[in-house]
Nanobody
Framework: QVQLVESGGGLVQTGGSLRLSCAAS????????MGWYRQAPGKQRELVAA???????NYADSVKGRFTISGDYAKNTVYLQMNSLKSEDTAVYYCAADRDLSISRISRLAMVDYWGQGTQVTVSS
């Protein structure tokens, strides 16, 4: 089994920055893709960004140019640098991980193998 632990959430003002981290443990040797999803109150969980072990990356249109995903697969860790934050970025952010190398699989909510518990990000105006 794989455990994902997120950190770095919190309260920030509009225009500010936050960096989220997610570390995988357990049977993490077979993880080939990691990413971030978010869920705002009353809304469905949605992809924010994903990255595979071989460097394929996918971003939601709403965060392109503001968020950057990076990863260290030697440490099974993924990061999300969030800049120019907006109130609509307020959500619980979930780390995701998958055994498949496909960027399309980690980018599909129903296909993700493992989930973290989530970390709250609140952007205040």
């Amino acid at each position: 089994q794989v455990q994902l632990v997120e950190s770095g959430g919190g309260l920030v003002q509009t225009g500010g920055s936050l960096r989220l981290s997610c570390a995988a443990s357990g049977s993490s040797f077979n993880i080939n893709a990691m990413g971030w999803y978010r869920q705002a109150p009353g809304k469905q969980r949605e992809l924010v960004a994903a990255r595979t072990r071989i460097g394929l990356i996918n971003y939601a249109d709403s965060v392109k140019g503001r968020f950057t995903i990076s990863g260290d697969y030697a440490k099974n860790t993924v990061y999300l640098q969030m800049n120019s934050l907006k109130s609509e970025d307020t959500a619980v952010y979930y780390c995701a991980a998958d055994r498949d190398l496909s960027i399309s699989r980690i980018s599909r909510l129903a296909m993700v193998d493992y989930w973290g518990q989530g970390t709250q990000v609140t952007v205040s105006s």
